[in-house]
């Protein structure tokens, strides 16, 4: 019998749910599908569902839900999983200028994987990326499914400022900067969508869950877009994964 999954009181108003060991794109989508399906519970008193890489924290009222309930009421829940059918995660492009100004690092990548340029464009805009979680920015998406093909260690020194927008990689992982900062992962492009705002309603332009697709556009597309963004006419290019364009 499986040990998850696995329940944690943080305190007396969080409750972490495992539901795996291990980085995996299986035990993902079991977190992000338990999320959900709190969400849809409604259950009073649960105040916020946090999704991480292989757990998910449930922050509650204690006085309106007490622990024992909650345990119950989402150990039911997860039973259920497997027995729905699976909703097909969303897919959102992210146009992308890759090197120049832009990505410059982008050479360092390719002389580190013995590869061209182009390849390290190609690699990396042919595949879907599954945003595990969000954190250390606000916006910021932690991806999983780079090839190790064009994996690259971060800058020894970080850089003490990186545009917002910015398309970076740092050992096995890539992600986007959704707001200036510093940081030490490698520039390989820019993408002139806002991926946090916090005057829009919601406030991120990606969610956990849902999958990005890195898409190469040109100066002319780029600055189009971005004109875009500035007047707040711009909607990302989003479908349900699987579906064609």
Request: aromatic share 8%; charged share 20%; glycine share 12%.
């Given at each position: 019998?499986?040990?998850?999954?696995?329940?944690?009181?943080?305190?007396?108003?969080?409750?972490?749910?495992?539901?795996?060991?291990?980085?995996?794109?299986?035990?993902?989508?079991?977190?992000?599908?338990?999320?959900?399906?709190?969400?849809?519970?409604?259950?009073r008193g649960v105040l916020d569902v946090v999704p991480t890489y292989r757990s998910l924290v449930v922050y509650y009222d204690p006085l309106?839900?007490?622990?024992?309930?909650?345990?119950?009421?989402?150990?039911?829940?997860?039973?259920?999983?497997?027995?729905?059918?699976?909703?097909?995660?969303?897919?959102?492009?992210?146009?992308?200028?890759?090197?120049?100004?832009?990505?410059?690092?982008?050479?360092?990548?390719?002389?580190?994987?013995?590869?061209?340029?182009?390849?390290?464009?190609?690699?990396?805009?042919?595949?879907?990326?599954?945003?595990?979680?969000?954190?250390?920015?606000?916006?910021?998406?932690?991806?999983?499914?780079?090839?190790?093909?064009?994996?690259?260690?971060?800058?020894?020194?970080?850089?003490?400022?990186?545009?917002?927008?910015?398309?970076?990689?740092?050992?096995?992982?890539?992600?986007?900067?959704?707001?200036?900062?510093?940081?030490?992962?490698?520039?390989?492009?820019?993408?002139?969508?806002?991926?946090?705002?916090?005057?829009?309603?919601?406030?991120?332009?990606?969610?956990?869950?849902?999958?990005?697709?890195?898409?190469?556009?040109?100066?002319?597309?780029?600055?189009?877009?971005?004109?875009?963004?500035?007047?707040?006419?711009?909607?990302?290019?989003?479908?349900?994964?699987?579906?064609?364009?």
């Amino acid at each position: 019998m499986s040990q998850y999954p696995r329940f944690l009181p943080l305190g007396d108003r969080a409750l972490c749910v495992e539901l795996g060991d291990s980085i995996s794109e299986a035990t993902n989508r079991r977190v992000h599908s338990l999320s959900r399906e709190i969400g849809r519970l409604g259950a009073r008193g649960v105040l916020d569902v946090v999704p991480t890489y292989r757990s998910l924290v449930v922050y509650y009222d204690p006085l309106s839900i007490s622990h024992a309930d909650l345990v119950s009421r989402i150990g039911e829940l997860d039973g259920t999983l497997e027995e729905g059918e699976a909703v097909a995660p969303r897919l959102v492009e992210i146009p992308t200028l890759y090197g120049g100004e832009y990505g410059p690092d982008i050479g360092d990548v390719a002389g580190h994987n013995g590869i061209s340029e182009a390849d390290v464009i190609e690699i990396h805009s042919g595949t879907d990326y599954p945003v595990y979680m969000m954190g250390f920015l606000p916006g910021f998406p932690y991806l999983g499914g780079m090839s190790e093909r064009i994996a690259t260690p971060r800058l020894k020194t970080p850089r003490s400022t990186i545009p917002a927008g910015s398309v970076a990689i740092a050992d096995r992982q890539t992600g986007i900067y959704p707001v200036e900062s510093p940081g030490g992962w490698r520039l390989i492009g820019r993408t002139p969508i806002s991926l946090f705002d916090p005057t829009r309603e919601p406030p991120v332009a990606i969610e956990p869950g849902d999958y990005l697709r890195f898409v190469q556009v040109d100066q002319s597309e780029y600055g189009a877009i971005q004109s875009s963004v500035r007047a707040g006419t711009y909607t990302p290019v989003t479908r349900q994964r699987g579906e064609p364009k």
